[in-house]
């Protein structure tokens, strides 16, 4: 699935960025004056070295940041030079730069040559707020440019759609959506097409040793291999499921206690899974199934209570989407000595059509044609924004809204469009990010999206539950990921883990379902953040609760105190001293034994001998007298 951010400066009037450069070059002087630099319209951060306020070799700038993200750090020198200065370090408020950064375009022509030089590393900035920064090098720069990562896009627009798109957002239908969504809370995420055949190898090499940069998750297959695309395609013709696959997986989702189920309806390889009426490249017409697994599956899911939302990569589609734009982009960025980054564009084998083609006569008309197929679809996730513009990500938000408005829209879509947030693939943010809409983590059940003959690095319930719990006392949802093999069955241990979580579920889902985050989100441990799916790979899971380790969730006068382990003798809950409100009435779900409890302004304690909660834990509900 991996995710691309990339939001390209192709659609940046390309000659005010350049005078708003030129502006801000001032004439050559020294100066102890430390201004106050504030972010242009696009984001860019660029502090001067006549701005600077210089103390002992070191020069120091104060900036506004007005809008979070990754960003990459970039020096300026005058002239055509080979290489940075030796001695050059970089200090942020976030990270300091010690290495020497790479040279990566010679701007200018003649007298007016410059060097850009930027570092490998990117700076992370989680809120807006005055910022600093500190270069110490014996040689002169000219400038300091933080520009967005484009490789990550920050979903900067001009605003142009600020004000239509808003109107839709906050329509009623829209926020009912997200309302329900805020409830639904866990839900599963499903990777299937014609990779699942290969299970993560081509031609007997696994992904991994194919000897190619990119994701080692299996549904980049085509892009991993470069295999053109009449080759791939060639996999259509041997793809023939189960026929009781939507049944098998509606109902696992169901005993595993989740509220709703998304699908790849068409992944970055460009093949659907629905009967298309806009390309052959389908279920139907290339493969013997001869049927529409999408529709399928819908009506499977419906029938056991669940809702239904699709998974679509818009800007991606190495089939039919040529090279993804790229080409163009990287012109524009070249003259900026901005990097391209062609992460998940198919520059070995693109159709011969232009991405914007691709767009208008594949790309939204199948989205239109899966609204009107499904009129009781509830979400779309959009992935692979990539190399879109800003008029085109708009487009996909207001055809969702127009056909259906009570489909909510992921943040993929483009440019700050959606409905909601997604932390990342396999991403918990902190307790302590502040976040602008409602959020989502995306997760695996093991380390791929898409099912891997070789990958049995199964996560456990425990870990799962954790996942689960730390996200929904946080307010987010968790969308947990299965990888169906080519017949459609989901590997043994990733269903029994699920279907267990689904048990801890039935005595404890009203801590999880319809919740909202509570003023403290948890107590005791520091909490153990995921931050990737390469990242949990390599780390695994090595973390071990104890009874005093608690996540909290609330419900109108409700607190829902959440332990991993079973219950101990006395526990004693330091958030729930009397200063956070004072305490009517303690019941452990899934039970009708009295618990003796005492509150105090130190702490509540609660005696739980002789009470086995078994050892994936349990929760208390918490009433409070307001």
């Known amino acids: 699935m991996k995710q691309t951010f990339t939001n390209p400066m192709a659609y940046i009037n390309i000659h005010a960025t350049l005078l708003l450069i030129i502006f801000m070059l001032f004439s050559a002087c020294t100066t102890t004056t430390n201004k106050t630099i504030a972010q242009d319209e696009n984001f860019w951060v660029v502090l001067n070295y006549d701005d600077a306020k210089i103390d002992g070799g070191i020069c120091s700038w104060e900036f506004m940041l007005n809008r979070p993200g990754k960003y990459d750090l970039q020096i300026i020198y005058d002239g055509d030079l080979a290489s940075t200065p030796s001695d050059l370090s970089v200090e942020t408020d976030v990270i300091t730069f010690n290495e020497s950064p ?22 992370v900035y989680k809120e807006s707020s005055l910022q600093t920064l500190k270069v110490e090098t014996a040689s002169r720069i000219s400038q300091v440019r933080i520009t967005p990562t484009y490789s990550k896009t920050l979903g900067f627009g001009s605003g142009k759609y600020e004000a239509p798109w808003q109107e839709m957002h906050n329509s009623p239908e829209k926020q009912a959506a997200l309302t329900w969504f805020k409830d639904a809370k866990y839900g599963m995420f499903i990777h299937w097409g014609l990779y699942a055949q290969a299970g993560g190898m081509w031609k007997g090499v696994r992904m991994e040793d194919s000897g190619i940069p990119g994701p080692g998750v299996s549904e980049w297959l085509m892009f991993k ?76 899911c419906l029938e056991e209570g669940l ?153 456990s319930t425990q870990e799962l539950l954790y996942y689960l719990v730390d996200i929904v006392s946080k307010g987010g949802n968790y969308l947990l990921n299965i990888g169906p093999d080519e017949k459609g069955h989901v590997p043994d241990k990733s269903a029994a883990g699920l279907r267990e979580v689904g048990e801890w579920l039935k005595v404890n889902g009203d801590a999880i379902y319809g919740t909202t985050r509570w003023k403290i989100p948890n107590e005791g441990e520091e909490e153990t953040l995921l931050d990737g799916t390469g990242s949990r790979e390599k780390k695994g899971f090595s973390r071990t609760f104890t009874k005093n380790d608690f996540w909290f969730t609330s419900k109108g006068n409700k607190v829902y105190t959440i332990s991993l382990v079973n219950a101990d003798g006395q526990i004693e809950i330091k958030s729930l001293k009397l200063a956070n409100g004072k305490i009517t009435k303690v019941n452990l779900l899934g039970s009708s034994a009295e618990l003796r409890w005492e509150q105090n302004e130190d702490a509540m304690k609660v005696d739980m001998a002789g009470i086995n909660t078994g050892i994936t834990g349990y929760a208390l509900e918490v009433d409070l007298e307001n």
């Open 102 to 123: 790479k040279k990566i375009f010679l701007l200018g022509k003649g007298d007016a040559k410059r060097t850009v030089f930027q570092f490998s590393k990117n700076i």
């Open 225 to 300: 291999f470069q295999i053109p695309r009449n080759e791939y395609a060639e996999l259509a013709k041997t793809f023939n499921p189960d026929k009781s696959f939507a049944q098998n997986i509606a109902m696992l989702a169901k005993d595993a206690g989740m509220k709703y189920v998304v699908i790849t309806s068409k992944h970055h390889d460009g093949f659907a899974l629905f009967d298309s009426k806009f390309s052959d490249y389908d279920m139907v017409d290339a493969t013997p199934y001869k049927a529409d697994a999408i529709k399928e599956l819908y009506d499977a």
């Open 307 to 459: 809702n239904f939302g699709v998974y679509y990569s818009h800007g991606n589609d190495w089939y039919d989407g040529a090279d993804g734009n790229f080409t163009h982009v990287k012109k524009v960025n070249d003259s900026l000595g901005i990097l391209s980054h062609p992460f998940g564009k198919n520059l070995w084998d693109p159709s011969p059509n232009t991405h914007a083609e691709y767009i208008e006569n594949k790309a939204l008309p199948q989205i239109r044609q899966l609204l009107e197929a499904m009129p009781e679809l509830r979400l779309i996730w959009f992935d692979g924004d990539g190399y879109i513009t800003e008029e085109q990500a708009f487009q996909f938000y207001k055809t969702v809204y127009e056909i259906n408005p009570n489909v909510i829209v992921n943040r993929r879509v483009g440019y700050d469009f959606g409905d909601y947030l997604d932390a990342g693939d396999n991403v918990i943010p902190s307790a302590d990010d502040k976040l602008s809409k409602h959020w989502e983590t995306c997760g695996t059940t093991n380390n791929s999206w898409a099912y891997k003959s070789y990958d049995d690095d199964w996560k």
